[in-house]
């Protein structure tokens, strides 16, 4: 098994729950099932691996700086999963996403060092 599909699939699990965790707050964040919600943690995943390769081939950190610890990529990367992932969708458009990345940073941040996954 390649080395990263453990840590890929932890990561997966944890943006999951976090994602879980934020359909249930007064965010206008909603998903029709866990199924949703986890097929958008997937994208999501897939979408932020994509932008970390870029990001780290290209820009050599400066976007992470630039976007305050990377709160405006997942804010793009909200919105992008939210419109590729039929039945997950941000009731109240851009504050919606604003809301959903901003919570997803920090309970991505609480749940990952509560498994030791980065």
């Given at each position: 098994m390649p080395s990263?599909?453990?840590p890929f699939i932890l990561t997966w699990i944890v943006t999951t729950v976090a994602l879980i965790i934020i359909t249930f707050l007064p965010t206008g964040v909603?998903?029709?099932s866990f199924?949703?919600?986890a097929i958008t943690g997937l994208?999501?995943?897939l979408?932020?691996?994509?932008?970390?390769i870029l990001q780290h081939s290209f820009l050599s950190g400066l976007l992470w700086v630039v976007t305050l610890g990377g709160l405006l990529?997942?804010?793009i990367l909200f919105g992008l999963s939210a419109k590729l992932v039929e039945?997950?969708?941000l009731r109240w458009g851009i504050w919606s996403a604003i809301i959903g990345a901003f919570l997803l940073t920090i309970l991505r941040s609480i749940i990952g060092g509560i498994f030791g996954v980065a």
């Open positions: 990263f599909v453990v909603e998903s029709d199924g949703k919600t994208v999501f995943g979408l932020n691996g994509v932008v970390s990529i997942n804010l039945g997950f969708r």
